[in-house]
């Protein structure tokens, strides 16, 4: 296949890019800088924002897998969550644009979403999983930070702009994606691994609130399908079956690194520490409870479906790096 894979670049990208490459696939990068990439991958730039000669890659592709979108590793400050909403709102417009005026429009569109989407569970007081059927929207829970909702308002915007685009012909999936575990530095799994390998890896405001979270390789997984599947369109949830509760967690990768000791932290030390690495907490406390149903219903199969076996691979992959 001829895949374009706009905001390809990045962690989640690279893993995806290098998968489909070594499979045999055309793969063309977009991104804001020059780079040089692996062999057999293509690079255009872009910016994000407006149409350009990179809207060539688009016209004749059989695929685009847009990733685009600034990092949620961050303060959620006005700006940078401003600068969350654009990039997503603005990337995922131009490039329905670019497919409706192709030519050759690619018969399916991937366009990356989030687990953040749904309501925390734990405010909710009922902690049941949310599916792309029965699974509650949020942003109306009580007693949940504002920016938390205006990551939610960032989640459907995102999706909306793809609802929206003129692109008939094009097959169009959302992929609402849990945290993607792989052992690549700089990561979401690195960051909490270095913490547990310190021991400060233990529960986080009582260690209740749901993780929801997906192995780099059924991301890829998943993503091969929903490819090749011409028959499957809309929302899909890219979350392992098991989410686990953040106690046990951060316990199965304390005992994957041969590590005992987890100190707790409160809310308010949770919130020292995160200003400090210039992150949020909304990734340690809100509540996401997320289950695969569409993708189970279909017939994929997950790899790693269980935390603690995933943990295990993830840390063996990481010391042998």
């Known amino acids: 296949m ?20 070594a499979r045999g696939d055309e793969v063309t990068v977009l991104s804001r800088r020059p780079r040089t990439l692996e062999d057999g991958v293509h690079h255009v730039v872009w910016d994000g924002r407006t149409l350009g000669a990179w809207a060539d890659e688009v016209d004749g592709a059989d ?8 990092t949620v590793s961050c ?18 417009r131009v490039v329905g644009e670019a497919i409706a005026r192709a030519q050759r429009p690619p018969s399916t569109w991937l366009q990356m979403s ?23 929207v949020g942003g109306e829970e009580p007693d949940v ?10 989640a459907r915007r995102w999706e909306q702009t793809q ?7 094009t097959r169009r999936v959302a992929l609402r994606t849990a945290m993607v575990m792989t052992p690549d530095r700089g990561g979401v799994f690195d960051y909490l691994s270095w913490m547990a390998r310190l021991g400060l890896g233990g529960p986080v405001d009582g260690g209740r609130q749901y993780v929801s979270w997906i192995h780099g390789e059924d991301f890829v997984r998943a993503v091969e399908f929903l490819l090749q599947r011409e028959d499957l369109d809309g929302p899909f949830n890219l979350a392992a079956p098991g989410p686990v509760a953040q106690a046990e967690f951060t316990r199965s990768l304390r005992r994957a690194w041969g590590r005992r000791l987890g100190l707790p932290a409160t809310r308010l030390m949770a919130e020292v520490g995160a200003f400090a690495l210039r992150t949020d907490t909304e990734l340690l406390l809100k509540s996401r409870r997320v289950v695969p149903t569409r993708l189970l219903q279909e017939g994929f199969t ?6 603690s076996a995933a943990a295990g691979d993830l840390v063996a992959s990481a010391r042998r790096r």
Do not use: C
């Not at 997950?302 to 935390?307: D, I, K, M, Q, Y």
């Open 2 to 21: 001829k895949i374009v894979i706009p905001g390809g670049t990045g962690q989640v990208g690279g893993l995806l890019r290098r998968a489909l490459a």
């Open 63 to 70: 695929a685009v897998v847009n990733l685009a979108g600034r």
């Open 75 to 92: 303060r959620y400050t006005d700006t940078n969550l401003r600068q969350m909403m654009d990039s997503r709102v603005d990337s995922t």
């Open 114 to 136: 989030t687990a953040t989407l749904y309501a925390d569970s734990r405010s909710r007081g009922d902690d049941l999983p949310h599916d792309e059927v029965d699974g509650v």
């Open 145 to 154: 930070p504002l920016y938390w909702e205006y990551s939610v308002r960032i």
């Open 163 to 169: 609802a929206e685009a003129a692109t008939p012909t």
């Open 302 to 307: 997950f790899t790693h479906p269980a935390w």
